[in-house]
């Protein structure tokens, strides 16, 4: 299997696993620049270079892009159907989505901002950071398809030690 890079914003935010031809092109347009490199050579036009691990754009992209999968279903998966600041286990009834930074703040619904919840946790929450509210979160949000359980699981899969920052494992 072939090792795979990540793609992060301008402002170190997760994007996305990148295919090799998409590394070239983005090499190619100048649009990145390389944070870090597996060990291995990828050739690149008539030379070798480092395989990169980790790509950053140079250029901010909007991150709402990336947010287009965001289902409600996919959210209580991710999250186990498993309150974020309790840990209580809920039946779909009592599911609620809580927005981290609140829309109220300018919270936007994705999956680094929204995190299931229940209703005694929502409502103590209420228009507040878990920082305002004196709450903490069990884990960081993430996209799920950077959920490090989906990585781990497959003994195929090249991990890089560097992504461990991004991908908050
Ligand atoms: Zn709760």
Redo the contacts with the bound molecule.
């Keep these: 299997m072939s090792k795979k890079t990540l793609l992060l914003n301008a402002s170190y935010e997760v994007l996305s696993f990148i295919p090799e031809r998409k590394v070239f092109k983005l090499l190619f347009k100048d649009k990145v620049e390389v944070v870090s490199n597996w060990d291995e050579n990828i050739v690149w036009g008539n030379g070798r270079m480092k395989h990169p691990s980790i790509l950053r754009l140079k250029n901010h992209v909007k991150r709402n892009y990336f947010n287009s999968n965001f289902s409600r279903k996919a959210l209580v998966k991710r999250d186990r159907s498993t ?1 974020q ?2 840990g ?1 286990k809920l039946s779909a009834s009592k599911i609620t989505v809580d927005h981290v930074l609140p829309r109220a703040q300018g919270g936007v619904t994705s999956f680094i901002n929204c995190v299931v ?2 209703h ?2 929502n409502n103590k929450k209420a228009d507040k950071t878990p920082e305002q509210a004196n709450m903490v979160l069990l884990k960081k949000p993430t996209h799920p398809s950077f959920s490090s359980h989906h990585y781990v699981a497959d003994p195929q899969e090249h991990w890089h030690t560097d992504w461990d920052d991004f991908l908050g494992n």
Aim: proline share 0%; aromatic share 24%; with cysteine.
């Design positions: 309150c600041y309790c209580d919840c229940c005694f946790c």
